[in-house]
């Protein structure tokens, strides 16, 4: 069964409205030990978020973060200590509330896409986690790396049970009485013999497709190959 996101996310987010003040979201993060925090409107919607390097850029959160003894940068100091009234120097507008100092948008899934293309996401992205929001933009979820990884820790037994059960056993159109599979440290073998070469190409696809599997070697032989030579492996 192929995983989804809905099957791994954390369901209880804490997150902060858009005229949160700047303390507040510190404290936030802070006590709930997290890096970030999804900014919503009233409705739940993801309006963006709000990251320790967004809070990182104003002194009170260095020093509420690393305690009394924090020194900040003499650069800082003298800035601090120039201004005049008003925003400081360097401080972004509005930057006293969530809205000012959020990313936007922040990056969201769909509880229903697959672990792999949450991971695609990340990636793409360059994130640590993904927001998971309904059809409307809601906020319902989050997913962490760490989430998606927990679903490549499976046993070796339950990766190749799957393999031989579902793929080998139900979803192939073909006879596969013939093939064996076998899995270690999530590398799946496939031996023995098909009829046709493109059941044995479909049978590597679909095995590459399981959760929890690394690579698959593939030692499968065919009686007819009726692939093109253009659409050989």
């Known amino acids: 069964m192929r995983v989804k996101v809905q099957d791994v996310m954390t369901t209880e987010v804490v997150s902060v409205q858009g005229s949160t003040p700047f303390k507040d979201v510190a ?8 890096s970030a925090v999804p900014v919503v409107d009233g409705e739940g919607h993801v309006l963006g978020v709000v990251s320790e390097a967004d809070l990182l850029v104003r002194e009170e959160f260095k020093e509420q973060y690393y305690g009394e003894g924090y020194q900040r940068p003499l650069r ?14 360097g401080e972004r507008v509005h930057g006293d509330i969530a809205a ?8 969201t899934v769909r509880p229903h896409a697959s672990v792999a293309a949450a991971m695609r996401l990340m990636a ?8 998971v929001v309904d059809e409307k933009g809601r906020l319902i979820g989050i997913v962490s790396r760490g989430d998606l990884l927990k679903v490549f820790l499976r046993s ?13 056993g139900h979803s192939l159109w073909a006879a596969t009485s013939d093939v064996q599979a076998a899995a270690e440290q999530g590398v799946v073998t496939l031996t023995g013999t098909m009829e046709r070469r493109s059941d044995a190409q479909l049978a590597v696809r679909m095995t590459e497709r399981v959760n929890g599997v690394v690579d698959v070697i593939d030692h499968i032989t065919w009686r007819v190959n009726d692939v093109p030579a253009w659409k050989g492996r």
């Not at 000012?100 to 990056?107: F, I, K, N």
């Open 124 to 131: 793409g992205h360059g994130v640590k986690r993904l927001f």
């Open 100 to 107: 000012g100092l959020m990313t936007a948008p922040a990056v």
């Open 27 to 34: 404290e936030v993060l802070i006590a709930h030990g997290v």
């Open 156 to 168: 070796d037994a339950d990766i190749a049970g799957e393999v031989r059960e579902d793929i080998l």
């Open 76 to 89: 800082a100091r003298l800035r601090r200590r120039l201004s005049k009234g008003g925003a400081r120097v």
